[in-house]
């Protein structure tokens, strides 16, 4: 069983910048994939950024160039760093851990509201 707790969410000035974390606790063995995926009002969930035990990435088009996804392994801690906000980054960003048996674990979320 794996508990995963984001921080770092919060309000922020289209342009400006804020970087979320989601540490893993409990199992954190063979956590295959981190990443993150958000979901804003009235919207369908969109997969924002990945990044898999070996460091491969990948990232939505829409924040490509402006947001970085990055994993500390020691800390079994994901990150995404997100640069020149804008308004329709507005959501709800929730981590994810994959895990090499398929199992897939989520947080409970943290909002991002940019003006």
């Known amino acids: 069983h794996v508990q995963l707790v984001e921080s770092g969410g919060g309000s922020v000035q289209a342009g400006g910048s804020l970087r979320l974390s989601c540490a893993a606790s409990?199992?954190?063995?063979?956590?295959?994939?981190m990443g993150w995926f958000r979901q804003a009002p009235g919207k369908e969930r969109e997969g924002v950024a990945g990044?898999?035990?070996?460091?491969?990435?990948a990232c939505a088009d829409s924040v490509k160039g402006r947001f970085t996804v990055s994993r500390d392994n020691a800390k079994s801690t994901v990150y995404l760093q997100m640069n020149s906000l804008k308004v329709e980054d507005t959501a709800v960003y929730y981590c994810?851990?994959?895990?090499?048996?398929?199992?897939?674990?989520r947080g409970q979320g943290t909002q991002v509201t940019v003006s």
């Open positions: 990044i898999s035990s070996d460091g491969s990435t």
């Open positions: 409990g199992y954190t063995y063979d956590m295959y994939c």
């Open positions: 994810f851990v994959i895990f090499d048996s398929g199992y897939v674990s």
